[in-house]
């Protein structure tokens, strides 16, 4: 190959790379709501019991750089709510959680209602609106019960 | 709860420096293996003897049905040390050197001694510091992709070399512009398929 179609191609690369990153970054914080009424046991995640209200459930590994960050924004969204519990899981050494709760990337979100029904899973760093925005129709539709 | 306690944290902008420089190599790398002789034809056409580095090499026997069919890769005609002395190749050993020496031992790494010893103390302080275990299986699944091309290529695998440093560009590409956390995307994934994050017996 000559020099210069080498160094087309990696023009090419380069705008293929570009192309990829925007749309991961796209992706980032998209929700999923759940469509079956699936209910998680508490016991499953090391946890006795769940939150009264809401539960949130974060799936972590070693391996993640983001996860701290997401962290401390899920903990205080739960602490500004009463009944609100939040659950940080590591799936480092649990391939088995990580099998059964469809986990292919960290940070993962679940929201679970006060039932551990599963309302929606946010894949990536989940944004703060939207988050509060979940949390009150949760929080909400209990109240209102 | 994490069975183990957390490493002390590192500032976040020296992986980050470091995936740049990564990147910058891996470019060259990209452009120094399309125009060597992993992407070489020894097409019927002109004959191998096209390919200016081989006109004096010597024909490796065992492989003149390719040549006989009019179609092949100068590759296959190179003993396995010609292939080792392939500019693309070389780049990407040091890159996979590189790469070993930052999952080895982070804290020698050069780029991030680089980026301590001048750059760092010219910035202000990191507002918050990150876990070192997501950037070293970066550098990890880096020297995993670069290393199989490299012994494909000395196995005489045509388009090996310039395939792999591509991957490992695009990834480096990413984490460097977009801070894409290759752990974040990868490790479960390879978790699935076996590879690593067995269980462990669960902690009382």
New interface residues.
């Given amino acids: 190959m000559t020099a210069t179609t080498a160094i087309l191609a990696l023009a090419g690369l380069l705008v293929a790379s570009v192309i990829v990153g925007l749309v991961l970054r796209r992706r980032q914080g998209r929700i999923r709501r759940a469509r079956t009424a699936e209910r998680v046991d508490p016991a499953l995640l090391g946890a006795t019991a769940l939150g009264e209200r809401a539960t949130l459930v974060q799936f972590s590994t070693e391996m993640c750089a983001r996860c701290p960050g997401v962290r401390r924004m899920l903990s205080s969204a739960a602490a500004d709510r009463d009944g609100v519990l939040y659950l940080d899981v590591d799936l480092t050494h649990r391939p088995d959680l990580a099998k059964t709760f469809h986990v292919l990337q960290t940070p993962t979100t679940l929201l679970l209602d006060q039932g551990g029904a599963v309302h929606a899973r946010i894949g990536g760093i989940p944004g703060r609106d939207l988050l509060d925005l979940e949390l009150d129709r949760l929080t909400g539709e209990n109240a209102h019960a | 709860?994490?069975?183990q306690p957390t490493p002390r944290g590192i500032d976040?902008r020296g992986p980050r420096f470091a995936a740049s420089v990564t990147t910058v190599l891996l470019?060259v790398a990209?452009?120094l293996s399309?125009?060597g002789v992993s992407?070489?034809q020894a097409g019927a056409g002109f004959g191998w003897f096209a390919y200016q580095p081989l006109a004096n090499a010597t024909f490796v026997p065992g492989t003149d049905f390719a040549f006989v069919a009019g179609q092949g890769w100068a590759i296959s005609y190179v003993t396995p040390l010609q292939r080792a002395l392939d500019p693309g190749f070389l780049l990407l050993l040091v890159v996979a050197a590189l790469f070993l020496w930052s999952v080895l031992s982070p804290r020698t790494a050069p780029w991030g001694a680089l980026f301590r010893r001048f750059i760092q103390p010219r910035l202000a302080p990191p507002s918050e510091l990150?876990?070192p275990?997501?950037?070293r299986?970066a550098q990890g699944v880096g020297l995993f992709v670069v290393t199989i091309g490299l012994v494909l290529h000395l196995v005489g695998v045509p388009w090996a070399l310039p395939i792999a440093a591509?991957a490992a560009?695009?990834a480096a590409?990413?984490n460097a512009?977009?801070g894409?956390?290759l752990?974040?995307?990868l490790?479960?994934?390879l978790?699935?398929a076996?590879l690593i994050?067995?269980?462990?017996p669960a902690a009382t």
Avoid: I, W
């Fill in positions: 709860m994490p069975d976040p470019a990209v452009v399309l125009t992407t070489a990150e876990d275990r997501p950037p299986f591509a560009f695009v590409f990413l512009v977009f894409l956390c752990g974040c995307q490790y479960l994934l978790q699935r076996g994050g067995r269980q462990r």
